[in-house]
């Protein structure tokens, strides 16, 4: 019996020694100061966030003065200050690190890593893009991943709604994704994780979702932090154009389940319109994450009753910026990334002029306008002077509202994602999806790229969810106004050239399906398994156009893609 | 008018009035809860004020009201649970609802006269019967009191914070007194009929009003304390009026009740007034109780604080007060970190109890650290376990970060004068284990407060004793320090045992080298000297500029081999760092011991000095012992025949060089070396100078073999390009000999026997006494030679013109006086000496 009890004792004396100071803090309820911790950022001056930013990039250059990576990218070189560090170290991409890291070799890395993540990588040459965490990275993160939530319940500074046992539905991708970083660190000890963490490992991701939103149904929510794409779908379940109605059925079985879905009907019924998740669950706090956030946020506000906190971040940087409670602008993230600002302009032209070097600005350099976005990791990461390729808008240089003395952006596209119509416009994948969302039809899915007859046009491949009544030209005409709409250069194009440069083919019906179930087979990767938006190949526009509607679409695969 | 309904009503008061203030400040759900808890307890005073004030009421009135009383009293204990719950930052929960539930029930049911079943007066005292609700009621109420003394418990127990935990003590102080006054004296059969369960309940809302307005001033000790003071004071008091009462009701049986009375509130008027000293005393007895045993520490750190204007010395004031801050507040060191002069790094000078090893690796902070840059910037102290907390702080390095958690510090205190950083005090963690007590940190923000301009006065008075015993160009210890110090180390050994070494050290050559490179460059041959000095020896051993180029060292507890080897590791650092373009620099050294060598001062300085002077006798560039001086000179006579004909048999042979590079200028060299040694000693110089004369004289020539044979054998005057490498000879001679160290005391004579009395010569401009005297010798014995022998340019003169010329050149190109001595030499015929020179001269030329 003593055994049994010092061995209980020592296994919850090891769970103490590896609770995080973030998850003791809440436990014990100093609310204060967990704030301070992990949101403190934001009460940031512009000078003691550069302070903070120059000085962990001077640290990081020792670190990669003596590894072996850093010694090549630097050339041999030694910055002794951030000015020097500018001059003299080249702006990367990947293929200067591919060598080291596709391979995963830590023993050229500032400092060994505690885990590796992907995403996709460049067609033809490597399909998976490493990069790797460190261990002091990822205590890093976990803040940030409080502050998160912590943003995502408030109404004001310093208050914390999140509670213990608060009901989480995690919805992100699992590991080595980036989203699946976060969930490595999310501190499952302090919150229900619907399902829990040890049944959800061992399901598909499909299931995982299925499976949270039946105990959420029948425990409740409190807190959704998922891919926009799937807060979405669960929304959509409710919806009279939804597909899961047999689904719920089969959960009246529980009778907690059944007196929410009560509650739910007579909410909706009363507002006359059809149930909304909102009308089940009254959320504490809501995080997306993907680009589509941005399309989905009147949506997801209409249907889960808050707006989705949006964050900003990727393989290379895991995290670099987060909205805050007033869901407008992002605010960086000082102590995760050095970050340096191309001029869109320059931008462009370093992309046109390969040999060129764009000058960079940095943070309190910056003005209103577009950027495209260079890191250095910190805390021992491997990328310097890092050009991620992505552009963001810098939309104020402070947020008046919250008295955060930070610039706010928003992410606006991935450089590469961009179609440029006749030089009047570069629209980005954003804006095309916007446009397509605000026309109101219901579509399964869509692709679109520049194809060139005898004038350049955006051609969009979309399918329709109720494919009927729904022609090409109506589609056609109904994108265009609303690009008009959005994009003031591209409205300028009509009016001065008298140019409707878009045209519509609607694909077959399940084509997105096929497509995905082709690469299933294939064994593709959870990221390789729906086309890219913008600039597909060939030979995927030819699957969806005419090979897809060959292919048979089981009824299950049906029901778990609802 | 029942006086019993004084306490209810005055209660009543009270709570109308916190109300007041609290009402306009209820946005915050805490500060909504408090005011519903006041409002509950306005409540239960005002139906406990209606019950007592009328004794003749009717019973049915009585018990009518007395129902209201027993509602309210669960009303009261349910909001202050609940404002409790708010304060913890936890929703009302389950428990408030049933509570709620609990209260309406009882209201209800009083309502309908179920629980008070009867309630009369008996003179003053109300008497009631509730049976069996008195138990129900506490049965009910007991898991909520006991719910919120373990809610308050555990955060005080899980908070750091001392500003936090003073205020949570507050609470259960507030807490502890209602449930002793107000809960259980009504089931004591002595007060049960009296109201004082209203002064429990005022007394821990006036608590909780004072820490929610002022909590961060003052410590729950300090409130325990004053209480306990005035309660003592109160008891005794009023124990004194009692006695005065029954003792004057026993005497004066016959006086009126009311006159003892009046009598005894005369009295206890006086007791009152002439109470302050009493109170001090009280005050004095319960503050023992408190501190124990740190109580005469933090005395002694209060006294320390009232005289620190007086300190002005930085070691007196880290050792007044650091041991006191340790013990007053029982925590297990102190570190005081002042900026470096040379880093800018705030580095530990001072710590309690002194850490073996180096001092300054345990802690440093740079001046660009967000650690300075945050103490700078604020005046709180900084908690080493916050420091992840602070946004500003999120640069810090992780080195950093490794040596604060590793510097076993809980506390960072900025030193600030003027507003600027000027010192940081480090306080360790209580030895306890637990965090620092409020009333801990008033007492070190008394004494940060004022420490800051001692500090900047005990810098400046620093700085200037320094100066006073510091040698200013090379930072050592000067040389009335040498001797303070070397007698403190006598008295020391005198007193407690043991021994020390001296070092005695001499840079060879200096002269030399200041006349060849300058004073300047001299300067920097002797602060480089210090500096190698002090990073070859022990970090007790301390280093002093004697004077001159000589150095002392002072080894405490060190043996004479042991300070053998310290001398040897000097010498061989300063032979290694010398620069290879430069003259070498060597040291001569010379080691005593105390007491061995004697044991008054001037005997070890003496015979460390005597090997020092042996170590330049046998060659320069060695160390000797004080042992060395007692041997017989027959070894230093060996090493000088054996240097003396190595040395000989270089200038000869680098002689012989310059001469058979020019054909007409063969002999010139030996010639003008005999005429420079027969002026040098008529100047009666000393042997040693004049042998480097000699030297001088036959090498001074050297750098002609970097001038090319057609400058110097050409027959027509040279142009301005050809003179510039005959300009340059003389630096190109002691380019040449400067790495032989023998010869180096003859480079000033060579570099400058070019230079002319009138500062008109070459190569440096010097002029009159600036001129070393051997080169100025080397100047008239040269030109003689140069004129009277045969050149491609000229003919040679003859002795009295050539003598004519020297002296109409005297006080322009040669010093008047050199030209006297040796026109004396060689014209006078009664001078035999000339006579053998003119001979030895005309027969070498021949």
Same mark, same amino acid.
Not at chain 2, 470 to 475: Q, S
Not at chain 2, 760 to 765: D, E, F, I, V
């Given at each position: 019996m003593r055994v049994i009890v010092l061995k209980i004792y020592r296994i919850a004396k090891m769970k103490e020694i590896k609770m995080s100071v973030e998850v003791e803090l809440f436990q014990k309820g100093r609310y204060q100061e967990l704030w301070q911790r992990c949101c403190g950022f934001i009460d940031l001056s512009i000078e003691d966030f550069m302070k903070i930013q120059k000085r962990l990039m001077m640290e990081q250059i020792e670190m990669l003065g003596k590894c072996e990576l850093g010694r090549m990218i630097m050339n041999g070189s030694r910055p002794e200050s951030i000015e020097e560090f500018r001059e003299t170290v080249p702006l990367t991409t990947y293929e200067d690190y591919a060598p080291y890291l596709l391979k995963r070799r830590m023993d050229v890395l500032p400092r060994k890593p505690i885990l590796w993540q992907c995403t996709s990588g460049k067609s033809g040459e490597y399909s998976l893009r490493w990069a790797p965490v460190t261990a002091r990275q990822l205590d890093e993160i976990e803040q940030i991943i409080f502050a998160m939530m912590f943003f995502s319940s408030c109404t004001e500074k310093g208050v914390i709604n999140l509670r213990k046992n608060d009901k989480v539905l995690y919805g992100m991708a699992p590991p080595p994704y980036t989203t699946g970083t976060m969930t490595r660190v999310f501190p499952h000890e302090l919150f229900t994780l619907l399902p829990p963490i040890e049944e959800a490992e061992v399901i598909s991701f499909e299931e995982r979702i299925q499976r949270g939103f039946e105990m959420a149904l029948d425990q409740g929510l409190d807190i959704n932090i998922a891919l926009s794409s799937i807060t979405v779908a669960i929304g959509e379940r409710f919806s009279k154009r939804g597909e899961g109605k047999t689904s719920i059925k089969s959960l009246l079985k529980k009778p907690r389940a059944a007196l929410r879905l009560a509650k739910g009907i007579v909410k909706s019924k009363l507002a006359r319109r059809p149930m909304l998740p909102r009308d089940l669950w009254n959320l504490k706090g809501l995080i997306t994450f993907g680009i589509d956030g941005y399309v989905y946020k009147e949506k997801i506000k209409e249907m889960w009753g808050r707006y989705p906190l949006d964050f900003y971040g990727c393989?290379?940087?895991?995290?670099?910026a987060v909205q805050t409670w007033d869901y407008q602008g992002l605010t960086f993230i000082p102590n995760l990334n050095f970050l340096e600002f191309i001029p869109e302009k320059e931008s462009i032209r370093s992309r046109q002029d390969k040999n060129y070097q764009p000058t960079t600005l940095l943070l309190d350099e910056l003005k209103p306008g577009n950027y495209e976005l260079v890191i250095s990791s910190l805390h021992g990461g491997p990328f310097i002077r890092y050009r991620l390729g992505h552009l963001v808008k810098?939309?104020?240089?402070?947020?008046e509202k919250l008295d955060i003395d930070i610039p706010q952006v928003t992410f606006l596209t991935r450089v590469d994602d961009q179609i440029d119509i006749a030089g009047f416009t570069r629209l980005s994948e954003k804006v095309i999806w916007k446009a397509i969302e605000n026309t109101g039809i219901y579509y399964e899915d869509w692709i679109v790229r520049k194809e060139v007859k005898d004038k350049p046009i955006l051609h969009l491949y979309i399918e329709p969810k109720?494919?009927?009544?729904?022609t090409a030209e109506h589609v056609s005409s109904l994108v265009h106004e609303e690009l008009k709409k959005l994009d003031v250069p591209y409205a300028e194009l009509e009016s001065f050239t008298d140019l409707k440069p878009i045209e519509v083919t609607l694909l077959p019906e399940n084509a997105f399906k096929a497509y995905k179930m082709k690469q299933k087979a294939a064994g593709a990767d959870l990221v390789h398994l729906k086309p890219e938006h913008i600039n597909p190949p060939d030979n995927v526009i030819d699957f969806l156009v005419n090979k897809a509607k060959k292919i048979k679409i089981k009824a299950e695969e049906e029901k778990v893609e609802a | 008018m029942n006086p019993w309904a004084i306490i209810p009503f005055v209660s009543f008061i009270v709570f109308a009035v916190l109300l007041i203030v609290v009402i306009p400040q209820a946005k915050k759900r805490t500060n909504r809860l408090f005011a519903i808890f006041l409002f509950a307890s306005e409540i239960w005073s005002f139906t406990a004020f209606l019950l007592l004030y009328n004794v003749n009421a009717s019973t049915q009135y009585l018990i009518y009201v007395n129902g209201l009383v027993i509602a309210a009293i669960p009303l009261v204990v349910i909001t202050y649970y609940h404002f409790l719950r708010a304060y913890n930052d936890k929703p009302g929960g389950i428990g408030v609802y049933i509570g709620y539930a609990v209260v309406l029930v009882i209201l209800i049911l009083s309502f309908t006269g179920n629980v008070v079943k009867d309630a009369y007066f008996e003179g003053n005292l109300l008497h009631h019967d509730i049976f069996p609700w008195e138990f129900i009621l506490a049965t009910i109420l007991t898991p909520f009191l006991t719910l919120t003394l373990l809610m308050l418990v555990k955060r005080y127990r899980n908070s750091t914070d001392p500003i936090d935990r003073n205020r949570t003590a507050y609470l259960i102080t507030g807490w502890s007194i209602l449930l002793v006054i107000s809960y259980i004296t009504p089931f004591s059969p002595a007060l049960k009929t009296l109201p004082t369960d209203h002064i429990g309940n005022l007394i821990n809302a006036l608590i909780i009003s004072y820490a929610i307005t002022r909590f961060s001033l003052l410590d729950i000790r300090l409130v325990a304390r004053k209480l306990l003071t005035y309660i003592a004071v109160l008891g005794i008091v009023i124990g004194i009026s009692a006695v005065i009462v029954v003792v004057g009701l026993s005497i004066f049986t016959n006086q009126p009740a009311l006159y003892i009375i009046l009598a005894t509130a005369l009295v206890t008027f006086i007791v009152i007034v002439s109470a302050r000293p009493l109170i001090h005393i009280v005050e004095l007895a319960i503050d023992r109780i408190f501190y124990r045993r740190t109580y005469d520490y933090r005395q002694a750190l209060l006294n320390f604080s009232n005289k620190? /204007?007086?300190? =002005?010395d930085m070691d007196e004031l880290a050792k007044e007060m650091m041991p006191a801050m340790v013990n007053a507040m029982n925590i297990t060191q102190t570190k005081l970190l002042f900026q470096d002069n040379e880093s800018g790094d705030f580095k530990v000078r001072y710590a309690y109890p002194k850490i073996k090893g180096e001092m300054e690796n345990i802690l440093n902070f740079s001046p660009d650290s967000p650690l300075v840059d945050w103490l700078d910037k604020k005046s709180n102290p900084l908690y080493i376990e916050q420091v992840d907390n602070i946004a500003e702080l999120k640069g810090l390095w992780h080195t950093e970060k490794e040596q604060l958690g590793g510097s076993g510090l809980g506390v960072l205190y900025p030193f600030k004068s003027r507003g600027k950083l000027i010192g940081i005090l480090g306080l360790g963690k209580k030895s306890s284990g637990g965090p620092y007590s409020h009333e801990d940190i008033q007492l070190v923000n008394g004494i940060t407060n004022q420490v800051g301009i001692i500090i900047e006065n005990a810098q400046l008075y620093h700085q200037a004793k320094t100066r006073a015993n510091?040698?200013? =160009?090379? /930072?050592l210890y000067n040389h009335r320090s040498f001797h303070e110090r070397m007698e403190q180390e006598i008295a020391r050994g005198s007193r407690f045992g043991g021994t020390f070494s001296l070092i005695m050290l001499d840079i060879d050559l200096f002269k030399s080298y200041n006349d060849i490179y300058g004073h300047l460059a001299g300067d920097q041959v002797l602060r480089k000297v210090g500096r190698y000095l002090e990073s070859s020896m022990r970090s007790i051993d301390l280093a002093f500029r004697y004077g001159g180029e000589e150095f002392a060292v002072i080894l405490p507890e060190a043996r004479l081999d042991d300070a053998y080897k310290v001398a040897e590791r000097i010498r061989k650092t300063i032979e290694s760092k010398t620069s290879s373009r430069a003259m070498p620099i060597t040291t001569s050294l010379g080691v005593g011991n105390w007491p061995n060598d004697g044991v008054m001062k001037e005997e070890v300085i003496g015979l460390a000095d005597a090997a020092l002077y042996r170590a330049k006798q046998m060659g320069r560039n060695r160390t000797c012992l004080s042992s060395d001086v007692l041997k017989p000179d027959t070894s230093l006579i060996g090493v000088e025949l054996e240097a003396r004909p190595r040395a000989l048999s270089i200038i000869y042979a680098l002689a012989a060089t310059v001469d058979a590079k020019d054909s007409y200028t063969y002999g010139h060299s030996r010639k003008v070396s005999e005429y420079a040694v027969a002026i040098a000693e008529a100047y009666k110089l000393t042997q040693e100078r004049i042998s480097t004369i000699r030297a001088a004289s036959l090498l001074h020539d050297i750098g002609k073999v970097g001038v090319p044979d057609s400058i110097l054998n050409k027959k027509t005057p040279l142009t301005e390009e050809e003179w510039k490498p005959i300009k340059a000879h003389p630096e190109l001679g002691v380019e040449i000999l400067r790495h032989v160290i023998d010869l180096v005391n003859c480079l000033p004579a060579i570099l400058h026997h070019h230079e002319h009395h009138d500062g008109? /010569?070459?190569?440096?401009?010097l002029s009159g006494d600036g001129i070393p005297l051997e080169a100025r010798i080397l100047a008239v014995a040269d030109a003689y030679d140069a004129m009277t022998s045969p050149r491609p340019y000229h003919e040679p003169l003859s002795l009295e013109e050539a003598v004519e010329e020297l002296k109409h050149c005297a006080g322009t190109q040669f010093d008047p006086e050199v030209v006297e001595v040796f026109c004396k030499i060689i014209q006078p015929p009664e001078h035999p000496r000339s006579l053998d020179i003119r001979a030895r001269s005309e027969d070498d030329t021949g």
């Open positions: 393989t290379e940087a895991v995290l670099i810098v939309i104020s240089l402070r947020n109720e494919n009927g009544y729904l | 620190m /204007g007086n300190i =002005l510091t040698d200013e =160009l090379t /930072g008109s /010569g070459y190569p440096a401009g």
